[in-house]
Nanobody
Framework: QVQLVESGGGLVQAGESLTLSCAAS????????VGWFRQAPGKEREFVAW???????NYVDSVKGRFAFSRDDAENTVYLQMNSLKPDDTAVYYC?????WGQGTQVTVSS
């Protein structure tokens, strides 16, 4: 059974940084594209970033230059480094592989 577990969220001030982690069990992450999504209160879940099997990352325009997606194959874990955080980044962040989702981790950015 596939399980994705996100961690690393928290409360920070605008301009600060956080690193989110998503650890997988039941599959090998490097065999699949992996995505990060987020859902803010009252809004639909939206795409944030995506990393291919070969390690190529793509980002939604609003986070380009501020967020960086990386993968540690030995740990079967992916990371989302988030810098220069803004209040608009406040959301629950989810990791996704195919039809599998984690439980999410809350990121709150105060102004």
């Amino acid at each position: 059974q596939v399980q994705l577990v996100e961690s690393g969220g928290g409360l920070v001030q605008a301009g600060e940084s956080l690193t989110l982690s998503c650890a997988a069990s039941g599959l090998t992450m490097s065999h699949y594209p992996v995505g990060w999504f987020r859902q803010a209160p009252g809004k639909e879940r939206e795409f944030v970033a995506w990393i291919s099997r070969t390690g190529t990352a793509n980002y939604v325009d609003s986070v380009k230059g501020r967020f960086a997606f990386s993968r540690d194959d030995a740990e079967n874990t992916v990371y989302l480094q988030m810098n220069s955080l803004k209040p608009d980044d406040t959301a629950v962040y989810y990791c996704n592989i195919r039809s599998n989702w984690g439980q999410g981790t809350q990121v709150t950015v105060s102004s």
